[in-house]
């Protein structure tokens, strides 16, 4: 397993090598376009309909940009009690697999359980065995201006993704959902309809930016792994940007040049929340509240984003 390519973003399998220097052909499955070349109709179809879950299985679901490694540095940490080794040796992508690809899928196989287990699908195509079992989803979510701005450099670099034409035609895009794994609106909205429900358990990127030890203490009761305070610190420390910007096993530097070109960005990038405001203007700012004010109707007031900071530190809004 150790062999296997790194793909900590989006999956694991082989490129073409020629993948940018003919217009991309998007692998369609169930109204979502799938970036090529690791994502086929075949193993989609598997995962909704045929994949095998185990009951202690760990999904670690979310919609593209919003803390995906990230999550799969701190649920690997805490399986490990704090212990570091894992994270340090072994390529995320063979850690938590992309069970969507059929490289994921052949490692997800060979894991013991409790296996970690990673996607992007929106909830229409999750696998259907997950439903009547115990399995647990940590689902992460992130502003979504933020998602958007990560979303747009990180097509720039990595080759199975259109290079956008410019941030406001990237961003006519997301709002119209017309992007690889489809609509953040529809994403979100789809999977906060499991709210409530005890095996799933939602998480924020700004929570996690604004307490992490916290979130690791919810994450470890969740998981039913109690942990004590020197290991939780070591879940902490470990899954800092900086640490992880030093670990090749998760800042996708070993990627092939032919999947990621890391002479674009950086996968790892900024890491902060609200760089936002420093790519929209005033109007785009405008338009896209509108959109999300219409989209996100019924859900309004329960995401960290949507209250001042202040509010946030007063505990409003972070436990949804
Ligand atoms: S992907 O390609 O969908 O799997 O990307 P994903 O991992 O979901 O999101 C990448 C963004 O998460 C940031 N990131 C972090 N931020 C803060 N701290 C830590 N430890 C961390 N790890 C990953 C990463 O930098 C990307 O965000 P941007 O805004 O582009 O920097």
């Given amino acids: 397993?150790?062999?296997?390519?790194?793909?900590?973003?989006?999956?694991?399998?082989?490129?073409?090598?020629?993948?940018?220097?003919?217009?991309?052909?998007?692998?369609?499955?169930?109204?979502?376009?799938?970036?090529?070349?690791?994502?086929?109709?075949?193993?989609?179809?598997?995962?909704?309909?045929?994949?095998?879950?185990?009951?202690?299985?760990?999904?670690?679901?979310?919609?593209?940009?919003?803390?995906?490694?990230?999550?799969?540095?701190?649920?690997?940490?805490?399986?490990?009690?704090?212990?570091?080794?894992?994270?340090?040796?072994?390529?995320n992508s063979c850690r938590a697999p992309w069970f969507t690809t059929q490289l994921g899928l052949e490692a997800a196989h060979l894991l013991p359980p409790p296996r970690?287990?990673?996607?992007?699908?929106?909830?229409?195509?999750?696998?259907?065995?997950?439903?009547?079992?115990?399995?647990?989803?940590?689902?992460?979510?992130?502003?979504?201006?933020?998602?958007?701005?990560?979303?747009?450099?990180?097509?720039?670099?990595?080759?199975?993704?259109?290079?956008?034409?410019?941030?406001?035609?990237?961003?006519?895009?997301?709002?119209?959902?017309?992007?690889?794994?489809?609509s953040w609106f529809d994403h979100v909205t789809g999977w906060m309809k499991l709210k409530g429900k005890s095996n799933l358990l939602f998480i924020s990127y700004e929570e996690l930016k604004q307490d992490l030890f916290g979130i690791v203490e919810r994450l470890c009761h969740f998981l039913g792994k109690e942990l004590d305070e020197a290991a939780i610190t070591s879940v902490v420390e470990n899954t800092s940007f900086e640490a992880m910007r030093r670990n090749d096993m998760c800042n996708s530097t070993m990627l092939p040049k032919e999947f990621m070109d890391q002479e674009k960005g950086t996968f790892l990038r900024k890491g902060i929340c609200g760089d936002w405001k420093t790519h929209f203007t005033v109007a785009q700012s405008e338009y896209f509240d509108k959109v999300y004010q219409e989209k996100m109707e019924g859900l309004k007031g329960i995401f960290p984003w949507e209250h001042t900071r202040q509010e946030n530190h007063l505990g409003k809004g972070l436990n949804f």
């Fill in 116 to 182: 970690l287990l990673t996607c992007h699908l929106p909830i229409h195509i999750f696998p259907k065995a997950f439903f009547s079992s115990k399995a647990k989803v940590v689902y992460t979510l992130r502003d979504p201006r933020d998602v958007l701005v990560s979303y747009y450099h990180f097509s720039k670099m990595c080759v199975p993704f259109e290079n956008p034409e410019s941030f406001n035609h990237f961003l006519e895009s997301f709002l119209s959902g017309d992007v690889p794994f489809g």
């Fill in 1 to 91: 397993m150790a062999d296997l390519p790194a793909v900590p973003s989006i999956g694991q399998g082989t490129v073409m090598a020629n993948l940018h220097s003919k217009p991309l052909c998007y692998v369609h499955y169930k109204g979502i376009k799938f970036p090529p070349g690791y994502n086929s109709v075949e193993n989609l179809c598997f995962a909704e309909n045929e994949f095998e879950v185990q009951d202690d299985d760990i999904f670690n679901v979310t919609y593209p940009k919003s803390g995906t490694v990230w999550m799969i540095e701190i649920l690997s940490l805490i399986l490990n009690g704090g212990n570091p080794s894992w994270n340090q040796s072994v390529l």
